[in-house]
């Protein structure tokens, strides 16, 4: 592996993903400043992948208008990361992608610490202090780009001399069955990083302090478990692993939901380990699965993990506006029974199955 490209890509992806991860601890303060429904909250988050300079409009549908041109930006810069580091990766694909993810999960991690931070110090307005980090990794990657992108560069001139092949129905099938668990696995933590500032914030009337820690929490332990998940799902392979996650998930969540103090914190960090270190496995099978097109398999888990998390969420809302935040709750609980089913026909890997 090619540690020198791996930290830039990861530090990129830290610094891409704060603001995202900013996003659902602010989502109380938006709805609170523009008196939204639980359900356009959602639909902020569905609309997401977002930069700082949203923070300043006071206006719901530019707010949302903002959102979208700034997606374009953040939701660009996944796929051709993920490609650009699949060449700098060796044998052992999944360890070596959890060292890129580990950023991306980092930033979502401290995300809410950052924004909440700066809201309460300076106001909405505070957030445009998350600029800088990004206004500085841009000017590392462009003195860095030339080299980052050469393997890319000479991979696509070995691939223009090919013949182009559509999806054969085998790939089309496997990657369908893989979006499935992909999208159950980003509504729970999209859930989860957005109903717990809700539930704590607005309906326990809590401190916004406290959720912040226990939304980063998740997000942190969930760094940390992606170091953790790329090793163990090259040794158990990446379908026992999925599975393994998806089952303990709705205990641990469960005991979350029913305690408070240290357990909570536990439980919670646990099932962050788990959920988040599951998108680097998800993203090696894709690629695994597609190995003629690595932009379109990471740009499709990737896109799918984001799209069904806002879709997820402004689900949740519409929930939390009928039936109270505590039952949104209770419905996260048990998605992962819903993705272990889903995950029993996922395949570990094309050659596995054309050798047996």
Not at 180 to 209: A, C, E, H, M, T
Not at 234 to 256: A, E, T, Y
């Amino acid at each position: 592996m090619n540690i020198k490209a791996l930290i830039i890509l990861c530090t990129a992806h830290l610094v891409t993903d704060l603001s995202y991860g900013a996003l659902p601890a602010l989502l109380p303060f938006f709805k609170e400043a523009l008196n939204l429904s639980y359900t356009s909250a959602g639909v902020i988050l569905l609309t997401s992948q977002v930069t700082s300079s949203f923070i300043l409009m006071n206006n719901y549908l530019l707010l949302l208008l903002c959102i979208i041109f700034a997606g374009i930006g953040v939701s660009s810069f996944h796929p051709e990361a993920f490609k650009t580091a699949h060449f700098f990766l060796k044998e052992k694909k999944a360890t070596g992608l959890s060292i890129f993810m580990v950023g991306g999960n980092a930033g979502v991690a401290l995300g809410p610490i950052c924004a909440i931070a700066l809201v309460t110090s300076f106001g909405l307005k505070g957030t445009l202090g998350l600029m800088i980090p990004g206004l500085m990794m841009s000017v590392i990657l462009l003195l860095s780009v030339s080299w980052l992108t050469a393997p890319v560069r000479s991979a696509f001139i070995e691939r223009k001399q090919e013949p182009k092949q559509p999806l054969s129905k085998r790939e089309l099938k496997d990657l369908s069955a893989l979006i499935g668990v992909v999208s159950i696995r980003s509504w729970i933590q999209n859930g989860l990083v957005s109903y717990i500032p809700f539930y704590y914030i607005d309906y326990l009337k809590g401190d916004p302090f406290y959720a912040g820690k226990l939304v980063s929490t998740f997000l942190l332990a969930g760094a940390f478990g992606t170091l953790l998940g790329g090793p163990l799902a090259d040794r158990w392979g990446p379908r026992k692993f999925l599975l393994i996650s998806m089952i303990v998930m709705s205990p641990l969540l469960l005991l979350f939901y029913m305690t408070d103090g240290l357990i909570a914190f536990i439980c919670l960090g646990i099932t962050g380990m788990l959920v988040i270190s599951s998108i680097t496995v998800t993203i090696v099978l894709a690629q695994a699965y597609l190995p003629r097109h690595l932009a379109m398999a990471s740009g499709l888990i990737v896109g799918f993990s984001v799209g069904a998390g806002g879709m997820g969420v402004t689900l949740l809302g519409a929930i939390a506006d009928k039936w109270g935040v505590p039952l949104a709750m209770k419905a996260i609980i048990l998605l992962p029974v819903i993705g272990f089913f889903l995950t029993l026909p996922v395949k570990d890997s094309p050659k596995k199955e054309d050798a047996g």
